[in-house]
């Protein structure tokens, strides 16, 4: 419904959820050879609980509300018990490597780039499709500079590096913290291509360490790069709460989980609550062949284990945290301008220019003169 996406190292933008029932496939067991060691010992396992599940996904498949189940927990026909034995998540670290040294080298970082009073950083993807010159990644920096009260923020910005040029690059802009990201066995610097292989595995991969950050005890505020910092969102964002995202279409209540999730934009704390939640929708991924981790929670976000984890998620409203799936109305109340329902570079570019364009337009006259057309967006042209 929304063919929203991007390309290149930024994530995963506006999807919607409610396609969720079409993909499922019941034998599907993940061929994603560099996390296949990491199961080895439970596959057997894993491979019983697929049947089961494959078999309810299919009936599920066959009848007309593909994912209620998913969703509302609280009704019908799928009972709690047939839900959740298929898909439990890990009681314990199982499946997760515990690579020491990566967390020494990550902990280094988060404790140079941390704000100091309340231990949170800022957190994005790099590769190096988005590293050329004039490219999202510039204009991603210029925003938090021309940004009202976001310049600050830059010290505080980690960047994960996904390729050498994307780390050189970081380290080439000052203040940055840059951390280089090991993936054995995979090439990330062209442009991965949206929903190819390794676009795939560049999301998942940025789960697992954004679930090592919340363990090192780190708040993080993670975005795409081709979202534009324009105010400080830590003046909007909830004080409760546990998981705040910014959504594709808001839908007028900050609780209600039928907004679309769109996790380009996340505020996470961190707390034993968001640890699991990190670590079952991870795993959620072998069940889920084929999907980028926004789809997948947007399709587990209403699920009864999640429920009982006791997570609190927050939709923060597009008024504020608005993109091109749902522009905010209004220059005034506008924190942040994300470049979903955009596919491709060359396009988000051509729109995330005009947003700078529009920013500064803004910011040149004094309040008085600025009328309704000066407060309203010229985008989205191409994208959208
Ligand atoms: C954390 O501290 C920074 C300043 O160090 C401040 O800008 C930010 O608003 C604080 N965040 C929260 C959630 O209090
Ligand atoms: C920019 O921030 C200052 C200080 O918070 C505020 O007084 C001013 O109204 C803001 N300007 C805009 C355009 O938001
Ligand atoms: C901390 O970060 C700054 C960049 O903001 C960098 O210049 C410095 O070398 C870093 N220090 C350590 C110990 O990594
Ligand atoms: C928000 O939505 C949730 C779930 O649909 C509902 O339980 C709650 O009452 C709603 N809150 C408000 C303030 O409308
Ligand atoms: C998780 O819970 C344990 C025991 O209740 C507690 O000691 C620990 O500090 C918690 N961890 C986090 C990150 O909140
Ligand atoms: C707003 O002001 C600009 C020039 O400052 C002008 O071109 C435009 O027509 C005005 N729009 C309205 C709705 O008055």
């Not at 596959?43 to 019983?48: E, F, H, N, P, Q």
């Not at 004094?366 to 057309?373: L, Q």
């Amino acid at each position: 419904m929304h063919p929203a996406a991007t390309s290149g190292g930024g994530g995963v933008d506006g999807s919607d959820a409610k396609g969720g029932g079409d993909t499922l496939e019941s034998g599907g067991y993940h061929r994603d050879s560099n996390h296949k060691h990491m199961f080895s010992g439970v596959a057997i396992k894993i491979t019983l609980m697929l049947v089961v599940l494959g078999t309810t996904l299919v009936l599920l498949n066959q009848s007309s509300y593909p994912m209620t189940f998913f969703r509302n927990h609280n009704s019908n026909v799928f009972s709690f018990h047939q839900y959740t034995s298929p898909v439990s998540p890990p009681t314990s670290s199982v499946g997760y490597p515990q690579a020491k040294d990566e967390n020494i080298e990550l902990e280094k970082t988060l404790r140079n780039a941390t704000m100091k009073d309340n231990k949170t950083v800022i957190i994005t993807n790099l590769n190096a499709a988005w590293t050329e010159p004039n490219s999202v990644f510039d204009l991603f920096l210029e925003s938090f500079k021309i940004g009202n009260g976001t310049a600050h923020l830059l010290n505080h910005l980690v960047v994960y590096a996904f390729d050498k040029t994307a780390y050189e690059r970081c380290k080439a802009a000052a203040r940055l913290h840059c951390y280089a990201v090991m993936t054995e066995g995979v090439d990330f610097s062209g442009e991965a291509y949206f929903m190819s292989e390794d676009y795939l595995k560049m999301t998942w991969r940025k789960i697992d360490l954004l679930r090592t950050v919340l363990e090192l005890g780190y708040d993080f505020v993670y975005t795409d790069a081709d979202v534009m910092w324009l105010r400080d969102p830590f003046k909007k964002f909830y004080a409760d709460g546990d998981f705040e995202m910014s959504c594709d279409h808001y839908r007028a209540n900050y609780s209600d989980l039928s907004n679309t999730a769109n996790t380009g934009l996340t505020y996470v704390k961190s707390n034993n609550r968001t640890i699991e939640l990190y670590k079952y929708w991870y795993n959620a991924q072998e069940y889920f062949p084929g999907r980028h981790d926004q789809d997948v929670l947007n399709m587990i976000k209403g699920n009864p284990f999640v429920h009982q984890i006791g997570v609190e998620f927050r939709f923060v409203d597009t008024a504020y945290f608005g993109g091109f799936c749902e522009p905010s109305k209004d220059l005034d109340d506008v924190i942040t301008m994300h470049a979903n329902c955009c596919i491709g570079i060359q396009n988000k570019m051509h729109d995330l220019t005009m947003v700078i364009h529009d920013w500064k337009r803004y910011m040149a006259l004094p309040s008085s003169n600025r009328n309704s057309t000066i407060r309203s967006w010229t985008v989205p042209r191409i994208c959208g």
